[in-house]
């Protein structure tokens, strides 16, 4: 099942930016998409962890992780911002080309990003969300699945994502796009109380 839909117009990032606050949407191809509900605190507490892994291994250089909500606007060739119909809010957000930031999020393909699947996204950020990475170029994607404790990691190759692969939530993994960082999947995935 996919997220809802605002309505069955086509939208740009400047009507986006009009909308009043309260309520979040994420556009693709110019489809306004309705974000779930917050997360639980099984998805944040992860969140949390990959980001604080992140920021630390990345502290020292020109790289920056932002985490959702993070305006990310995917412009096709010669799109002006307002002309934007993508803009997504990943989970997590990796960019090392600091002119790629500016006072609204960021413009262009991230370096990395990372999505915490839950039930009410799962589907969405797969299918939709995955070929908007893909025609954005961004390097690398990871999909971290809790409940199955497996990651699944797209790296694009001559502009396309093949198969992931598949790793489970064990030990520790790298991103090709960003190797000084090393996930230690115990610690993100360690749940308040031993248990």
């Known amino acids: 099942m996919g997220l809802p839909l605002r309505d069955r117009e086509r939208h740009t990032y400047g009507e986006y930016l009009a909308w009043p606050d309260g309520v979040r949407y994420e556009l693709i191809d110019g489809d306004?998409?309705?974000?779930?509900?917050?997360?639980?605190?099984?998805?944040?507490?992860?969140?949390?962890?990959?980001?604080?892994?992140?920021?630390?291994?990345?502290?020292?250089?020109?790289?920056?992780?932002?985490?959702?909500?993070?305006?990310?606007?995917?412009?096709?060739?010669?799109?002006?911002?307002?002309?934007?119909?993508?803009?997504?809010?990943?989970?997590?957000?990796?960019?090392?080309?600091?002119?790629?930031?500016?006072?609204?999020?960021?413009?262009?393909?991230?370096?990395?990003?990372?999505?915490?699947?839950?039930?009410?996204?799962?589907?969405?950020?797969?299918?939709?969300?995955?070929?908007?990475?893909?025609?954005?170029?961004?390097?690398?994607?990871?999909?971290?699945?809790p409940g199955d404790r497996t990651v699944a990691v797209y790296g694009l190759t001559e502009g396309r994502y093949g198969r992931p692969m598949i790793a489970e939530l064990e030990g520790s993994l790298a991103p090709h796009a960003l190797p000084r960082v090393v996930i230690d999947w115990a610690r993100a995935t360690h749940r308040p109380g031993g248990a």
Request: charged share 25%.
């Open 32 to 145: 306004a998409y309705l974000t779930s509900p917050a997360p639980a605190p099984q998805h944040q507490r992860l969140v949390g962890e990959l980001f604080r892994q992140i920021a630390d291994a990345v502290q020292d250089s020109h790289c920056e992780v932002f985490v959702a909500p993070f305006d990310v606007r995917l412009p096709r060739p010669g799109q002006s911002d307002e002309e934007t119909d993508t803009v997504v809010q990943p989970d997590l957000t990796i960019v090392c080309d600091p002119a790629k930031i500016d006072d609204r999020g960021c413009r262009g393909a991230p370096d990395w990003v990372i999505e915490v699947l839950s039930p009410a996204t799962a589907a969405h950020d797969q299918t939709v969300k995955l070929a908007a990475f893909e025609r954005a170029g961004v390097p690398e994607c990871w999909f971290v699945h």
